[in-house]
């Protein structure tokens, strides 16, 4: 062989190692993206529960809605939103690693 084949070679062999990386760590990637997905929307079903049972009243809260979906500077995840389309009567969620990125809180008033 010459090593114009030698190199021709190499580089095919090269091109097939870097489209499998770039395979593996986008399927790898799209599955973190799920989980982060089914536990988001696990966290709002557990924090809408709460809200709703938790009220002095019961019966005050129509509906939750979630605005931000997002990982704190220390890993946590944060979860904020606000209560009866009352952008005023708004509240932040937070799971720590800690705790198993299980939302366990108390209602804070400010």
Not at 1 to 25: D, N, Q, R, S, W
Not at 45 to 63: C, D, F, G, Q, V
Not at 100 to 108: A, P, V
Request: with cysteine; proline share 3%.
């Amino acid at each position: 062989m010459t090593k114009k084949h030698v190199f021709i070679i190499i580089g095919v062999i090269l091109c097939i190692c870097i489209v499998a990386t770039v395979i593996y760590l986008k399927v790898k990637y799209d599955e973190k993206e799920k989980q982060k997905s089914i536990y988001y929307k696990e966290q709002q079903e557990r924090i809408t529960l709460y809200l709703k049972h938790n009220t002095k009243e019961p019966n005050t809260i129509k509906s939750v809605h979630f605005t931000s979906l997002k990982t704190g500077p220390m890993g946590d995840a944060v979860i904020e939103g606000y209560i009866n389309e009352n952008k005023k009567a708004d509240f932040v969620a937070y799971g720590s690693p800690e705790h198993h990125y299980q939302f366990g809180g108390s209602l804070i008033k400010k």
